[in-house]
C-alpha cells in the first residue's frame, strides 16, 4: 500500500512536470516555434517552413489540451527531446550531469553523517553540557548561514588564503572537498541537532537505565541499545535533508563550476532550454520519491514496531 | 520553569536583531539622505565617509543605502510570499479536514507531489514564466510555501473538528465561521508564526541564493545575494564591503531562526 501511494505520487510529480513546463514553454517571450527550429537545425538554417514544421508537430497553433496530452505522450514514453542549447538528446545529457550531482550529494552526505551525528550524540549524552551548548551555538550560526555564503567563505579560507584547495574545477578527489563540505557543514549542523535530541530522549529511557544498571559499560549501553533508537529519528530527517541538498546542490555547483544537474539546470531555465529544465526536473522529482521510498523501507526495517 | 527561560531567551534575542534590521531598513534612508543607485567613480570602493556612512562599493555607489533597500526588498517580498502562502494553506487546509472525501484526497495529493521537487526548481521555472522578477518572486516563493501551511492546518484542523467542543458548538447552531475562530484558529496561530518564520527565511535565502548565482534580480537593483557577488572580486581590496551584504543577510537569518528557536 505504501508502495502504490509512492508510485502514485511519483506519477503525480510527472503531471506536474509536465504541466508547468507546459505553461512555461507557452509563456515564452518571443514565437517558440522559431526558437526551437533554431535549436534543432542551428540559427543559421531557420526559415518559415522549418518554423511551421515545428509547430506543426509541437501543436503549438491548436488548443493547448491536445498539445499538453500530446508532451505527456511522449514523457510517458521516455522521450525528453532535444536541448535547445547543446542540440544532443536531453536524456543523454542528464546521466551524464546526475553522476557528477550523485558523487558529490554521496560525498556531502557521508561528510556531514561523520560531522553531524557523533557530535549530536555526545551532546546528548551530556545536556547542558560544554558540548551541547557549543552545538547550539555553531548549528545556529550555520543554519543562518546560506549554503551558497557558507561555498563563498570556504573558498575565500580554504582556496584562496590557505591555497589548500583548488576553488573551482572537476574531476579529480581534491576538487570534491570543498563543495562537498560547504554542503556537509549545513547538513551536519541540522542532523547534530537531530540526533542530540533523540541521544537526550533514549538516554532517559527506562531501557538504557536497566542497561546501566545491570552493568554493561557506557560504550556498550550506546552500541547496543542507543544507536538503533537514535538512528530512526536521523534516517527520517536524512530524507528530508535530501531535498535541502538538492537545492544547495542547485547553487554550489554553479559557484564552483562542478558539472551537475543543479549548474545544468540553473543554465535551461536561464536560456529558456524547456526540454531540458522539462527532463531534469523530472528527474529531480522523481528521485525525492525513490530516495523516501528507499527510507521509508529503511526505517521499516531498523524499527519494525512502525510497520502496519 | 528553568526550562522554559532557558528557550525563551534566544527568542527575545531574535525579536530584538529583527527589529534591528527592519528598522534600519526603513529609517537609515531618512537619516543620511542618499541614493542606492547613483555612481560615482572617483569613489570607487572608498571607505565610509559622511554621504555614505558604510563606504562604497566598485561602482562608487554607497553602501548604506544599496543595504538599506535590499533590505526591504527581499524581507517583503518573502512578507508577501508567506502571507498569500499561509492564507492560501490555512483555507486549504482547512476545507480539505472539513470535506473529507476526494477533495481531501486530491488536495493532499498536489501537496506531496509539491513537496518532491526542489522549491528552488519550481521558483525558476515559476520565473522564467512570470514576467518581473519581484512578481515572479512572489508567485514562485508562494507556491512553495503554501505546502506547509496546508499540511499543518489539515493536521490541526482534523482532531479539532472531530473535539467534542466543536460538536457542541454546531450542535447550538454556529456556523463554520465561528467554528474556525473560537476553535481552529487558536489552536493554529502559534504554529502558523513558527512555519511563517521558517517561510521567511526560506524565501530570504532562495532570493538572495538565486541573485547570488545571477538567476534572480537583475542589477542595478540592490539586493544581498546580488551585492555580495558584485563585491566578490573585490574582496581584498575592500573586504568591509562585501562582509556589509554578508552580515545583512547573517543577521536577517539568524533573527529568524531565533525567533523560531527550538519548535521544528
Given amino acids: 500500500m505504501p508502495l502504490l501511494s509512492r508510485l502514485f505520487q511519483a506519477l503525480m510529480v510527472a503531471l506536474i512536470v509536465g504541466i508547468a513546463t507546459f505553461a512555461m514553454m507557452r509563456a515564452l517571450p518571443g514565437d517558440a516555434a522559431w526558437r526551437i527550429a533554431a535549436g534543432r537545425y542551428g540559427y543559421d538554417n531557420v526559415n518559415a517552413a522549418a518554423a511551421d514544421a515545428v509547430r506543426e508537430e509541437l501543436g503549438l497553433n491548436g488548443s493547448a489540451l491536445p498539445a499538453l496530452a500530446r508532451w505527456m505522450g511522449d514523457l510517458a514514453r521516455l522521450d525528453f527531446g532535444v536541448s535547445l542549447v547543446s542540440g544532443s538528446p536531453v536524456m543523454e545529457e542528464i546521466i551524464h550531469q546526475l553522476g557528477a550531482s550523485l558523487q558529490l550529494a554521496i560525498a556531502a552526505v557521508l561528510l556531514s553523517i561523520f560531522i553531524g551525528p557523533p557530535i549530536g550524540i555526545l551532546a546528548g549524552l551530556r545536556p547542558g553540557g560544554i558540548t551541547d551548548r557549543a552545538l547550539l551555538t555553531v548549528s545556529t550560526a550555520f543554519k543562518a548561514t546560506p549554503q551558497f555564503l557558507m561555498a563563498l567563505v570556504l573558498i575565500v579560507i580554504l582556496a584562496v588564503e590557505l591555497g589548500w584547495l583548488p576553488a573551482a574545477g572537476y574531476g579529480e578527489a581534491r576538487h570534491f572537498l570543498l563543495p562537498a563540505l560547504a554542503l556537509a557543514l549545513g547538513l551536519a549542523a541540522v542532523s547534530a541537532r537531530v540526533a542530540r535530541d533523540a541521544t537526550e530522549q533514549v538516554a532517559r529511557s527506562s531501557y538504557w537505565h536497566f542497561a546501566e544498571w545491570k552493568g554493561l559499560s557506557r560504550s556498550q549501553v550506546l552500541w547496543r541499545h542507543g544507536l538503533r533508537n537514535v538512528s530512526v529519528p536521523l534516517l527520517t530527517y536524512l530524507g528530508l535533508q535530501f531535498v535541502t541538498l538538492v537545492e544547495g546542490v542547485v547553487v554550489v555547483e554553479s559557484i564552483v563550476g562542478w558539472p551537475g544537474i543543479g549548474h545544468a539546470l540553473v543554465h535551461a531555465v536561464f536560456s529558456r532550454d524547456v526540454p531540458m529544465v522539462q527532463g531534469t526536473a523530472l528527474v529531480l522529482g522523481l528521485g525525492f520519491v525513490l530516495v523516501n521510498t528507499i527510507i521509508d523501507l529503511a526505517l521499516r526495517r531498523i524499527d519494525p514496531r512502525g510497520a502496519a | 520553569m528553568i526550562l522554559k527561560s532557558r528557550f525563551a531567551a534566544p527568542g527575545y534575542v531574535g525579536a530584538v536583531l529583527l527589529a534591528a534590521v527592519v528598522g534600519f531598513a526603513l529609517i537609515a534612508p531618512s537619516i543620511v539622505p542618499g541614493d542606492p543607485l547613483s555612481q560615482s567613480l572617483v569613489k570607487s570602493l572608498a571607505g565610509p565617509d559622511a554621504a555614505g556612512p558604510f563606504g562604497y562599493d566598485h561602482l562608487g555607489r554607497s553602501l548604506y543605502h544599496r543595504l538599506a533597500h535590499a533590505l526591504r526588498l527581499s524581507p517583503l517580498i518573502a512578507v508577501a510570499a508567506v502571507l498569500t502562502a499561509g492564507a492560501a494553506g490555512l483555507a486549504l487546509g482547512a476545507v480539505a479536514a472539513a470535506r473529507g472525501g476526494w477533495i481531501d484526497r486530491v488536495l493532499a495529493l498536489v501537496a506531496d507531489s509539491l513537496l ?40 490541526t484542523a482534523r482532531s479539532v473538528l472531530a473535539s467534542p467542543a466543536v460538536q457542541a458548538t454546531r450542535l447550538l447552531g454556529f456556523g463554520p465561521g465561528y467554528v474556525f475562530r473560537h476553535h481552529l484558529w487558536p489552536e493554529i496561530a502559534p504554529v502558523m508564526l513558527t512555519v511563517g518564520a521558517f517561510g521567511m527565511a526560506t524565501a530570504i535565502m532562495a532570493i538572495a541564493a538565486l541573485g547570488f548565482v545571477n538567476v534572480g534580480m537583475r ?3 540592490p539586493e544581498l545575494g546580488l551585492m555580495m557577488v558584485e563585491l566578490l572580486p573585490y574582496w581584498r581590496e575592500a573586504p568591509m564591503a562585501l562582509l556589509t551584504p554578508v552580515l545583512a543577510i547573517f543577521t536577517l537569518l539568524l533573527s529568524l531562526i531565533l525567533i523560531v528557536g527550538n519548535r521544528s
Fill in chain 2, 116 to 155: 518532491a521537487l526542489p522549491g528552488l526548481l519550481m521558483i525558476l521555472i515559476v520565473l522564467a514564466i512570470v514576467p518581473g522578477t519581484a512578481l515572479g518572486f512572489w508567485a514562485g516563493l508562494s507556491l512553495v510555501l503554501w505546502v506547509e501551511f496546508f499540511r499543518l492546518t489539515r493536521a
Fill in chain 2, 219 to 221: 542589477a542595478p537593483i
